[in-house]
């Protein structure tokens, strides 16, 4: 069945898989287009109905946070500057639609301590039996990548054997988002943990031709949801299990998979601080290690000191709101 049915149908599929090929996610693609796709066909839209007014209604009709909101139409003027390209259309009517005033955006951030009792309690909730015990412990490795290398999910779940260098202590991390490669140092117990989980693995298996790193006992990769459910899993148990909350003009993000990397990244930069350096120079070192396009997207972890800064902001934001 086809995702599109609107008179912009081949447009939209050649724009994805244009921006597919630049490293782009498809799945927010997909999803904000496909929004846009149904409204063109639910209003009987044409080619001459694409003015201003069109889409600032279109942008008026969704019920989303604005944030929300301003990447669907960020992502739709970006499509109509693909069309601009094409020569399907002559101008963007999108040009001159600014933005939605936003909320500020703060991350949960587990401090160092806490990152710690998190990987324990993942050691801790582990099934020791056959059927779980594989599953368990490539799930296990999956978070501590993320937690002491500040790996993305996919980056973990997509990570192939041949690009773990155990002589090196090394990873190499093939055209992830943005299509960049890197080759990273990881800690001794990075290491350690991954050769005992490769260990394991072969004990499991006499043909074991998966060329990913973690696989499951049905000789299958990590889904992102089966991730979720063990990480959910170990939350509750710390009573991590935090919602996301907003207050006043403030969104607290609840934990998920991607705290670990946005805690690995701002518990790096406070060590150097503590050690007497300076943070704002390490921002490109640290760029190149997580993988970012440009450092500049790495300052944002410079707006969250730590773990109990987040905290600060949090409970003065929730004395604030109450006082109004």
Excluded: W
């Excluded at 790996?151 to 090196?168: A, G, V």
């Excluded at 202590?169 to 990273?184: G, H, N, P, Q, V």
């Excluded at 074991?208 to 990590?222: A, R």
């Excluded at 440009?294 to 409970?315: I, N």
Aim: aromatic share 12%; glycine share 4%.
């Amino acid at each position: 069945m086809k995702l599109f049915k609107s008179i912009l149908t081949q447009h939209i599929e050649d724009f994805i898989e244009y921006r597919i090929q630049l490293g782009y996610s498809e799945k927010m693609l997909t999803y904000s287009l496909k929004i846009f796709d149904q409204y063109v066909v639910e209003k009987k839209a044409s080619q001459s109905s694409f003015t201003p007014l069109f889409f600032i209604k279109f942008r008026s009709d969704l019920k989303q946070e604005n944030r929300s909101i301003n990447l669907i139409v960020r992502l739709i003027k970006i499509f109509f500057n693909f069309l601009v390209r094409k020569d399907v259309i002559r101008e963007n009517p999108l040009q001159d639609i600014t933005g939605l005033p936003e909320n500020d955006i703060i991350p949960f951030i587990f401090s160092p301590k806490e990152t710690s009792l998190l990987i324990n309690t993942l050691i801790k909730l582990m099934r020791t039996t056959q059927a779980f015990y594989l599953n368990d412990f490539g799930a296990y490795i999956a978070f501590l990548m993320m937690a002491r290398c500040g790996l993305r999910t996919s980056e973990t779940r997509y990570l192939l054997i041949k690009n773990y260098r155990p002589e090196e202590r090394t990873i190499y991390i093939e055209k992830t988002k943005f299509k960049k490669d890197r080759l990273i140092p990881i800690p001794n117990v990075v290491a350690s943990e991954i050769n005992n989980f490769l260990s394991v693995r072969r004990l499991f298996f006499d043909d074991d031709k998966n060329p990913l790193l973690l696989i499951k006992k049905d000789q299958t990769g990590f889904s992102r949801s089966s991730l979720d459910q063990r990480f959910k899993r170990a939350l509750k148990h710390l009573h991590f299990n935090q919602i996301r909350r907003i207050v006043g003009t403030t969104n607290f993000c609840a934990p998920t998979h991607h705290s670990l990397r946005h805690s690995f990244a701002v518990n790096t930069l406070k060590r150097i601080k503590q050690q007497g350096k300076s943070p704002q120079s390490a921002l490109p070192v640290l760029a190149v290690y997580m993988g970012h396009k440009e450092y500049k997207y790495t300052t944002r972890y410079l707006r969250v000191l730590d773990a109990g800064h987040r905290r600060l902001l949090y409970d003065f934001s929730i004395t604030m709101d109450g006082k109004r």
